[in-house]
């Protein structure tokens, strides 16, 4: 099997060097053997018998949870394709520390893995493809006639799955193409009744105290904020409180708008019906039903990867942000109605503010001297070291060793006192 390696570089395809997967997979002198394991038989498989598929690089560990989690989310659409016959086949390349580690996490996936004793064939992997983190997952294409050959390799394959799933192959540059112009269209013919029926449900779950059922075209014109989120995820644990008080705090700053109206709908991942009840109980919102279609279809629509997610929907139905949670924890209900608008004003006023604050810090939890920085000068992107949420813009900083925290999250102390 050859493939052509090309790479994603702003949306335009450089055609790197033609490489041989016999090249990268051989053992003893270079036989035509992948030495990869497959079913409780630990057969092993030649090269050949992979010729003329898609073949995806799975790079993974067991030891760590996000590649926990995608593992049976690709299992999900691997099946599937197998099912139908297509010709798609992964071989799992192991970071496992130890080979019963590996053991216990090949025992759950169904496809082919290199053996956790040749290190040679791992490693050469991970640097013919510069692995920099995982999971990864590297789609290799076939190529019969390497003249005529116009496929890709992909190096986002990870992405790939969560956002298109089976709909994503054979992985050309062509099947993604036609995927973005769909995804573009449906966004651009985005409304918040596409959004949230189907052919049997045009309803949503009241909260208790509320009507049983509200139907979704009530909501239609409203500012809407679709809630990801789970009873067993601890960050969801953390921001569902905040999220609750900022909820009263806009529908009360909103009594006397009759023009504007702010709701928010519960998407769950719950993993079972009583854990949905007993956390949906805690809500004033509303809620899709335990295990809805519709569910999925968001999480792809929207690229969910992370819970808690808040994504806001404009009172035309478009999307106007999917950081609604980070402009709440930033912003609080000020960042209503979390228009490109608002954010600007908020960023000019946070600017503002902080030519008010002074330029070096001791916080309480932290022993090195901290020094105000903005996204501009030495900040960007963080998660606050004191509250665990995500900032931007202004931040004091640790020049040293990079903790940061909010500004607003400073607990001043002086220098002596902070250990």
């Given at each position: 099997?050859?493939v052509?390696?090309?790479?994603?570089?702003?949306e335009v395809?450089?055609?790197?060097?033609?490489?041989?997967?016999?090249?990268?997979?051989?053992?003893?002198?270079?036989?035509?053997?992948?030495?990869?394991l497959?079913?409780?038989?630990?057969?092993?498989?030649?090269?050949?018998?992979?010729?003329?598929?898609?073949?995806?690089?799975?790079?993974s560990?067991?030891w760590?949870?996000?590649?926990?989690?995608f593992?049976?989310v690709?299992?999900?659409?691997?099946k599937?394709?197998?099912d139908q016959?297509?010709?798609?086949e992964?071989?799992?390349?192991?970071?496992?520390?130890?080979?019963?580690?590996?053991?216990?996490?090949?025992?759950c996936?169904?496809?082919?893995?290199?053996?956790f004793?040749?290190?040679?064939?791992?490693?050469?992997?991970?640097?013919?493809?510069?692995v920099?983190g995982?999971?990864?997952l590297?789609?290799?294409?076939p190529?019969?006639?390497?003249?005529?050959?116009?496929?890709a390799?992909f190096?986002e394959?990870?992405?790939?799955?969560?956002?298109?799933?089976?709909r994503?192959?054979p992985?050309t540059?062509?099947r993604?193409?036609?995927?973005?112009?769909?995804e573009?269209?449906?966004?651009?013919?985005?409304?918040?009744t596409?959004?949230?029926?189907?052919?049997?449900?045009?309803?949503?779950l009241?909260?208790?105290?509320?009507p049983?059922?509200?139907?979704?075209?009530s909501?239609v014109?409203?500012?809407?904020?679709?809630?990801?989120?789970?009873q067993?995820?601890?960050p969801?644990?953390?921001?569902?409180?905040?999220?609750?008080?900022?909820?009263?705090?806009?529908k009360?700053?909103?009594?006397d708008?009759?023009d504007?109206?702010?709701?928010?709908?519960?998407?769950?991942?719950d993993r079972?019906?009583?854990?949905f009840?007993?956390?949906f109980?805690?809500m004033?919102?509303?809620?899709?039903p335990?295990?809805?279609?519709?569910i999925?279809?968001?999480?792809?629509y929207?690229?969910?990867?992370?819970?808690p997610?808040?994504?806001?929907?404009g009172?035309?139905?478009?999307?106007?942000?999917?950081?609604?949670?980070?402009?709440?924890n930033?912003y609080?209900?000020?960042?209503?109605?979390?228009?490109?608008?608002?954010?600007?004003?908020?960023?000019k006023?946070m600017?503002?503010?902080a030519?008010n604050?002074?330029?070096?810090?001791?916080?309480?939890?932290?022993?090195?001297?901290l020094?105000?920085?903005?996204e501009?000068?030495?900040?960007?992107?963080?998660?606050?070291c004191?509250?665990?949420?995500?900032?931007?813009?202004w931040?004091y900083q640790?020049?040293?060793?990079?903790?940061?925290?909010?500004p607003?999250c400073?607990?001043t102390?002086?220098?002596?006192?902070?250990?």
């Amino acid at each position: 099997m050859k493939v052509i390696v090309m790479r994603m570089e702003d949306e335009v395809m450089n055609k790197q060097n033609e490489i041989c997967l016999k090249e990268l997979i051989k053992k003893n002198g270079g036989d035509d053997v992948c030495w990869v394991l497959q079913g409780d038989d630990d057969e092993k498989v030649k090269v050949s018998d992979l010729e003329g598929k898609v073949v995806g690089l799975y790079f993974s560990a067991n030891w760590y949870k996000p590649c926990r989690d995608f593992t049976p989310v690709l299992a999900g659409v691997y099946k599937q394709l197998k099912d139908q016959q297509l010709g798609f086949e992964i071989v799992f390349v192991s970071s496992d520390e130890d080979s019963n580690a590996f053991d216990s996490y090949r025992a759950c996936m169904p496809w082919l893995a290199i053996p956790f004793s040749d290190l040679e064939s791992k490693k050469a992997l991970n640097r013919r493809f510069d692995v920099e983190g995982i999971p990864c997952l590297i789609i290799l294409q076939p190529n019969d006639d390497i003249e005529d050959y116009d496929g890709a390799t992909f190096f986002e394959g990870v992405e790939l799955i969560y956002r298109y799933g089976i709909r994503a192959f054979p992985f050309t540059t062509e099947r993604l193409c036609e995927l973005e112009k769909e995804e573009k269209e449906r966004h651009e013919n985005q409304t918040l009744t596409n959004l949230l029926t189907n052919h049997d449900r045009d309803f949503l779950l009241g909260h208790p105290s509320s009507p049983k059922q509200v139907t979704v075209a009530s909501l239609v014109g409203k500012t809407i904020g679709l809630y990801f989120s789970a009873q067993w995820c601890i960050p969801a644990q953390k921001f569902t409180p905040k999220l609750i008080s900022i909820y009263y705090k806009i529908k009360q700053m909103l009594v006397d708008a009759k023009d504007k109206d702010f709701e928010v709908v519960f998407v769950s991942t719950d993993r079972t019906l009583d854990d949905f009840d007993s956390y949906f109980e805690t809500m004033p919102w509303l809620a899709l039903p335990y295990g809805d279609p519709t569910i999925k279809n968001l999480t792809k629509y929207f690229d969910v990867q992370r819970i808690p997610c808040l994504v806001i929907i404009g009172p035309d139905g478009k999307t106007l942000t999917k950081q609604g949670r980070n402009l709440i924890n930033l912003y609080s209900d000020k960042a209503y109605p979390f228009t490109e608008a608002q954010v600007n004003y908020l960023e000019k006023q946070m600017d503002e503010e902080a030519k008010n604050l002074t330029r070096f810090e001791y916080h309480s939890g932290h022993r090195h001297e901290l020094t105000l920085v903005s996204e501009g000068n030495g900040g960007g992107p963080f998660i606050c070291c004191d509250c665990e949420e995500q900032g931007l813009g202004w931040a004091y900083q640790c020049l040293e060793c990079g903790y940061e925290v909010h500004p607003k999250c400073i607990k001043t102390v002086n220098r002596g006192s902070t250990g």
